[in-house]
């Protein structure tokens, strides 16, 4: 049960806005994707596309070698949860859950209440009179029972305290290893669920400016410290990232294939090759007055 | 437990080679499953897989079909050889090299090294500490 998500050349407008623009990527499916990408770079838009709550202008998106636009037998099989949770003005959060069971061939009854005990959700409130954080605890709730082959959460963790967010990120791990699926999280948390990523995508201005296993994206950063002019020497044809410069040491982030000759030849020149953590490469990758290629 | 120094699934890889080199983990030992790991430590199964596979590809841990992974019988035997040239390689050597560099004689650094620590070592002990205690707790 693992669907793949292809995306080709797909664009998106908002009147002059683009907000998706020439995109392509695949995804083989049955992993743990995380979605980066600052705020208004697209992610909510491509999202929305692949659970097909719009269409796109330009280019296609398949899940599962189909298209989901109007499209009811690939719709049930998505599952977008966005930050404040898809919720009718109004309704219980009971009627939340019940309506849902109708609606999804693989809800699991039983773990939604499981998960609503765990979160503590009040059954008969309303879900507009919940707090952010029991709404969003709404919201994991109704994605994680749905099961769909396809589950994406978007920031769905807003209000959310950080026991929270952890029983949730736990509760993901151990229900995507019992029934493991295509799950995609976009967030801005990156230090506290990295690690959780098998492959990590990342959107800047409506680009994709990576895509790579998390341990391979990692490698390609590094941070690059010595002496300013050996360090110049050393990042020469590679990308730079992002430079700081203290008297005459210098350290530079650099993004790139380095091979083991060469890391030889740094610490030789004493110069010290340090790793980058997700959250920096992914704050140097969208900085807009960084280099784009 | 982790840092970002190097790539998790090495790190996870060294984790359990200290396990066996400290005896933690004995001869035929079963280890964690990839999905108690990855729970435990919160991190990608593919990631913990990953480490497994380094450890199974080095001869350190054995698979049994259907049933788990397994503590190689030579596996702590061939890690202290291991860590051994790893010793002089990345400790003594660079020692000597410095030593060179400034004109200590070697012997000097060997009456040094027999005559025991010359001062108390308790603050150069900063590193040793496991790092398993703070484990889990994040």
Request: with cysteine.
């Amino acid at each position: 049960m693992t669907h793949g998500i292809d995306v080709r050349n797909l664009t998106a407008r908002f009147g002059d806005v683009v907000a998706l623009d020439n995109l392509s990527f695949s995804l083989t499916g049955g992993k743990i994707y995380g979605l980066l990408g600052r705020n208004g770079s697209g992610k909510t838009t491509l999202l929305s596309i692949i659970a097909a709550f719009r269409a796109a202008d330009d280019g296609i998106v398949l899940v599962d070698g189909r298209e989901p636009f109007e499209n009811g037998r690939v719709t049930e099989q998505v599952c977008l949860i966005r930050e404040a949770g898809n919720v009718v003005d109004g309704a219980k959060v009971q009627d939340v859950l019940k309506m849902s069971s109708n609606f999804r061939p693989h809800w699991d009854a039983e773990y939604a209440e499981r998960l609503a005990d765990m979160f503590e959700l009040p059954m008969k409130k309303k879900v507009s009179s919940l707090s952010r954080g029991q709404q969003s605890a709404v919201g994991i709730t109704v994605g994680m029972a749905t099961r769909a082959p396809v589950t994406m959460f978007d920031e769905s963790y807003l209000g959310l305290d950080a026991p929270s967010r952890y029983a949730f990120y736990d509760e993901l791990l151990r229900d995507y290893m019992e029934q493991p699926r295509t799950i995609i999280m976009s967030t801005h948390l990156i230090e506290e669920v990295s690690r959780l990523f098998e492959e990590v995508l990342i959107l800047d201005q409506g680009r994709l400016v990576a895509h790579d296993e998390t341990d391979t994206l990692l490698r390609r950063g590094m941070s690059v410290t010595g002496p300013a002019s050996s360090v110049d020497e050393f990042t020469s044809g590679l990308t730079v990232l992002n430079h700081q410069q203290l008297g005459g040491t210098k350290s530079t982030t650099v993004f790139g294939q380095i091979d083991e000759d060469k890391r030889a030849k740094a610490r030789a020149a004493g110069v010290e090759l340090g790793p980058v953590g997700l959250q920096d490469l992914f704050i140097h990758l969208t900085n807009g007055g960084g280099e784009q290629r | 437990m982790f840092d970002d120094r190097s790539p998790i699934y090495y790190q996870i890889a060294e984790a359990i080679k200290n396990d066996i080199l400290s005896g933690a983990l004995g001869a035929d030992d079963q280890v964690m499953s990839t999905n108690q790991y990855a729970a435990f430590y919160r991190i990608n199964p593919a990631t913990a897989a990953k480490g497994f596979a380094q450890l199974v590809d080095e001869g350190v841990l054995y698979k049994r079909r259907g049933i788990g992974m397994f503590v190689s019988p030579d596996a702590r035997q061939r890690l202290l050889t291991e860590r051994r040239e790893r010793f002089f390689a990345e400790v003594v050597d660079p020692m000597v090299d410095e030593a060179r560099v400034i004109g200590i004689p070697l012997e000097e650094i060997v009456d040094r090294i027999q005559a025991g620590p010359q001062h108390n070592g308790e603050e150069t002990t900063g590193t040793q500490v496991p790092e398993d205690t703070r484990g889990g707790a994040q």
